[in-house]
């Protein structure tokens, strides 16, 4: 069996599944290790997927969603109205990304998806534990957004334009 046909059958087995399938159960299944399992888990929810672990196994979120990458620039006190745009029109906030001219690129996981997420993000960084990592590249960074369909990223795009938040690519 081709890899993206095991992926394909995974996907419908966690989603026809009424209890969340272990990643055991599927590496025997298709007589592979679990961290080929975990790695074909990975590729699916980069493909869109919204495939969740919990601690008995994965389930199937709300299916494929649209996402977008968007380049922008502001200041740490403008984080939490980039995230509110973002966040309050539909859309979550998967990542941060940054091109670091000796490091190249370099991301962080955000997954923020309600302002509280936002607030606390911000509360962390403002605290001096660390610094953003957009400071690296003087408020340059792109943003992984999902949202449940394309109408809703065109939206938060033209807010973010609006606000000034956008950097056109």
Not at 19 to 27: E, G, T
Not at 40 to 53: H, K, M, N, T, W
Not at 100 to 116: F, Q
């Amino acid at each position: 069996m081709k890899a993206h046909e095991r992926r394909a059958e995974i996907l419908s087995l966690i989603g026809n599944s009424q209890s969340p399938v272990a990643a055991n159960f599927l590496s025997e299944k298709y007589s592979v290790s679990r961290q080929v399992i975990v790695q074909d888990i990975a590729i699916l929810r980069a493909q869109g997927y919204g495939v969740i672990s919990t601690n008995r196994g994965y389930v199937l979120g709300s299916g494929l969603r649209a996402e977008r990458v968007f380049k922008c620039r502001h200041t740490l006190q403008e984080l939490v109205d980039e995230s509110e745009i973002i966040i309050s029109r539909g859309g979550k906030v998967e990542d941060i990304t940054v091109n670091h001219r000796v490091y190249g690129k370099i991301s962080a996981r955000l997954e923020l998806s309600t302002l509280r997420h936002a607030e606390e993000l911000y509360r962390s960084l403002v605290s001096g534990a660390s610094k953003p990592l957009m400071s690296v590249t003087d408020g340059y960074h792109y943003h992984t957004v999902s949202g449940e369909n394309e109408q809703i990223l065109d939206q938060i795009e033209c807010a973010l334009r609006e606000k000034g938040y956008l950097i056109e690519i």
